[in-house]
């Protein structure tokens, strides 16, 4: 199975991006996770999005808060899916962030999950990798039918609280 590769901008994005390796050790899809700045280091940043194909990987996730050009640097330098996740800091709740990594340039897409959405980027991943993996879709499709069953028994636990 093809890796996904974990980028955050920096380490204090660690505490999101957490959620989405989570996600991915639960659906037994291997990953890496690294530290590459679009600014501070963009040569390792361009390398390792040039590499990544080569090194076993189909999908990256990036994370990043304030200007978030990550994403948006990741997706320049391969032609692999990139997801971005906008990362809240400064003053502006994570909204700049959201901005910078939604409004790409045609030609160089980024899909983007929710401020801080890094479950979903895992998600999303694990959808794209499971086009070409029938059993990472049949994990898929098990978990929405337990995310699904868990819902219909709160609803009846509720109910049960009522009457």
Known sequence: ?????????????LPVVQKAAD??????????????SAHRTPD?????????????FGVMIAAAG????????????????VIGIPCASGGLGGMDA??????MPSGIPVATVAVGGAKNAALLAAQIL????PELADKLDQKRKADA??????????GEMQS
Do not use: W
């Open 1 to 13: 199975m093809k890796k996904v590769a974990i980028i955050m901008g920096s380490d204090s994005d």
């Open 23 to 36: 996600q991915l050790r639960e659906l037994q899809i291997p990953f890496e996770m690294h530290i590459y």
């Open 44 to 56: 390792e940043a361009r390398d390792f999005a040039r590499a990544a194909r080569d090194n076993g």
């Open 66 to 81: 304030m200007a978030a050009h990550l994403a948006g640097a990741l997706a320049a330098n391969t032609t692999l899916p």
């Open 98 to 103: 959201l901005l910078s990594t939604v409004q």
């Open 130 to 133: 499971a086009l070409s993996e």
């Open 149 to 158: 069953d868990a819902v219909r028994e709160k609803d009846a636990r509720l």
